[in-house]
């Protein structure tokens, strides 16, 4: 996320407008699968889809990530913090190179 949309992000939670934040990147869409609800339930509060889709990233980056979302106020259960990592890692993680 770009410095200005975290700031965005900052003045609408502080109005209490957040809940129009994940309705702004209408169109992008997360990968059906197991998780995908729970993905929509816990991080679209606060962002829109298009924030979860922008950067592949490994597992070990959806850990950190979702570690900092959880540092900034996000609360998953022990089933529900598996169910996003699994999710993230799986349907969100940089594709292979195929050979040439």
């Known amino acids: ?46 962002h829109g889809v298009d924030v979860i889709v922008a950067q592949p990233r490994s597992p070990d980056e959806w850990g950190e990530v979702v570690g900092t979302m959880i540092g900034q106020g996000a609360a998953f259960t022990d089933e529900a913090f598996e169910t996003v990592m699994a999710y993230l890692s799986t349907n969100l993680a940089p594709r292979a190179a195929s050979p040439d």
């Open 1 to 46: 996320m770009t410095r200005s949309g975290i700031l965005l992000v900052s003045v609408l939670a502080g109005t209490g407008a957040i809940a129009g934040v994940a309705d702004i990147a209408q169109g992008v869409a997360l990968p059906e699968a197991p998780g995908k609800q729970q993905i929509l339930d816990s991080c679209t509060r606060c």
